[in-house]
């Protein structure tokens, strides 16, 4: 078999996939933005926990309310539609943990770093 063809039948079964899976999600319960903010938020989170800006306790207490928007969204989407009130309520959470982390990251609290002998 060729190149061409191994290319060509993955790029059709990769194209099928995609399919299926957007033929399952119902239209009304797509949050992309969400997701995408999600992500963002989560990355800010590891961001911190690398540089030494947020203490174990302080990464807890973010990945929580983090976990909270999660089981938020996720409630939202079960029926199938994810109403403007639900979309409103997601956002203003995440508005919320958006300023936490900016807020935590920020403080003068710092983990310990370990140094080495």
């Known amino acids: 078999?060729?190149?061409t063809l191994k290319?060509?039948?993955?790029?059709?079964?990769?194209a099928a996939l995609s399919a299926t899976a957007f033929a399952q999600a119902p239209a009304g319960a797509a949050t992309p933005r969400v997701d995408q903010r999600?992500?963002?938020q989560e990355k800010r989170i590891?961001?911190?926990v690398a540089s030494g800006a947020l203490t174990p306790?302080?990464?807890?207490r973010?990945?929580?309310?983090?976990?909270a928007i999660n089981k938020v969204e996720n409630k939202a989407k079960a029926d199938g539609t994810v109403t403007k009130a639900?979309?409103?309520r997601l956002h203003k959470m995440q508005n919320h943990a958006s300023r936490n982390i900016r807020h935590q990251k920020?403080?003068?609290?710092?983990?310990?770093?370990?140094t080495s002998k």
Do not use: K, P, W
């Open 86 to 88: 639900e979309r409103r």
């Open 62 to 67: 973010l990945e929580r309310q983090q976990t």
């Open 1 to 3: 078999m060729t190149t």
């Open 38 to 40: 999600q992500a963002h």
């Open 7 to 14: 290319t060509l039948l993955a790029t059709a079964a990769l």
């Open 106 to 114: 920020h403080d003068r609290q710092h983990a310990a770093v370990a």
């Open 46 to 48: 590891d961001n911190g």
């Open 57 to 60: 306790r302080e990464t807890r």
